[in-house]
């Protein structure tokens, strides 16, 4: 399935890396066990982690080109990074805790290769148990997508009716073909001429939604974003354990900001995403009343509780 491109790199593997080296390195071993000898440059951005990790993967990953931030401007930055330090037409953004499934990188670049209108394309994502995790969106956000995104008592009840979901696009449509409006960042081939028609990722945002704002500009460009149902990838979210049990407070400032420059006034961004953590945190006081619920469910109240202050109260850039 290789592409017959002499003396031409398939792709560039980009990595932003901030203190995750281990996954790093599990990353990329996929990489390579799922080329399908592909012709392959890898470069790791670091985020100025500064807990070994940049001379770590130095030392582990000789072969791969290991560039050190000055500072921690976030993952826009660091992506726009990678752009710049890579040459190949085709380039594969990799979320560090991501791990490809067999043939995933050759059906990527594939459909690519023969779908030229095609600027961003993904594959289908497992959570760490192998279960399908939907990354297909029906439409780009808005006010009410989000606020439905921080709002557990929603997303419970749209759970149980997941083709009825306004935003996110169900396992099953997905594995069907229908095609997303955008896709998660996980995991995304983008084509070189799309990014450099569409601009650079927005360094703005500091973590989530950049790779959002930034489809909805490739979108109006006339590029499409499909999905490859027949490619799998897993992503633990944030790593896994504790902290992928509630939204990152990053997500909270992005949607602040996301919504602003969508023309929605910031205090009825707060009001809106405020009402929906505090009706999280009210259901997860309740769920916490269960004894064999109290630990899990309290430890994530005091999230929405934290969430919900930031909501109200943070600053945006």
Known sequence: MTVDRPNELDASIVIVNYRAAEFVERCLASVRASNGGLRLETVIVDNDSRDGS?????????????LAMPENRGFAAGVNAGFRHSSADLVVVLNPDTELRADVLPALLEHLHGHPQTAVVAPLLEDS?????????????SLL???????????????HAP??????????EL??????AHVCGAVMAIRRSAYEQAGSLDEGFFLYLEETE??????????????VPGARASHLVR???EESLTPSPHFVTSALR???????PTALSRATLGISLALSWAMLRVIACLPAKRAKATLQARAYRSLLRRALTVRLR
Do not use: K
Request: proline share 7%; hydrophobic share 40%.
């Open 175 to 180: 594995r069907a073909g229908v095609r997303p």
């Open 145 to 159: 997508t989000l606020g439905i995104d921080l709002c557990l008592p929603a997303g419970y009840v749209l759970a």
């Open 258 to 264: 996301y919504l602003r420059m969508r023309g929605v």
């Open 129 to 141: 148990g192998g279960r399908l995790a939907p990354n297909g969106y029906r439409r780009f956000p």
């Open 54 to 66: 940049l001379e770590r993967l130095r030392e582990t990953l000789p072969a791969t080109a290991v």
């Open 239 to 241: 790593g896994g354990g």
């Open 163 to 172: 083709t009825l979901h306004p935003y996110v696009i169900s396992s099953a």
């Open 214 to 227: 930034w489809q909805q500009r490739v979108a109006r460009h006339g590029w499409a974003i499909e999905i």
